[in-house]
């Protein structure tokens, strides 16, 4: 992978993070391990240095709360809930999602439909 594409990558993984974690979020309670091996599950590779700044702003802005939950396989871990708040931006976020897929998708068929 080639330096510009790698930090194309990256851009559209910063881009997306946000939604996918709400998303995630909605879904299940989780920690933050646990939303960057979900992630990995769905095919996208995050580190820990985007995703912990991310759930600090997002419990910051009042996307999310948190509780500290005891653990049997070290310290306590911090799960993530979404709030009222964050069930919003979620639903914002997905339809401004929504709109550039489409003109991404739109765009890059028409690049590859053949010229009249």
Do not use: C
Not at 38 to 59: F, H, K
């Amino acid at each position: 992978m080639s330096r510009i594409q790698a930090q194309q990558d990256a851009q559209l993984t910063r881009a997306a993070l946000p939604l996918l974690t709400l998303t995630l979020i909605a879904d299940e309670e989780s920690y933050g391990y646990q939303l960057i091996e979900r992630l990995a599950n769905l095919g996208l590779e995050v580190t820990t240095g985007l995703m912990y700044p991310l759930l600090s702003r997002l419990e910051r802005d009042g996307q999310v709360s948190t509780r500290m939950v005891p653990s049997t396989s070290g310290p306590p871990r911090k799960y993530f809930a979404l709030t009222e708040a964050g069930h919003a931006t979620r639903a914002s976020v997905k339809e401004q999602w929504q709109v550039v897929a489409t003109a991404v998708h739109a765009a890059t068929e028409k690049e590859h439909a053949p010229h009249a």
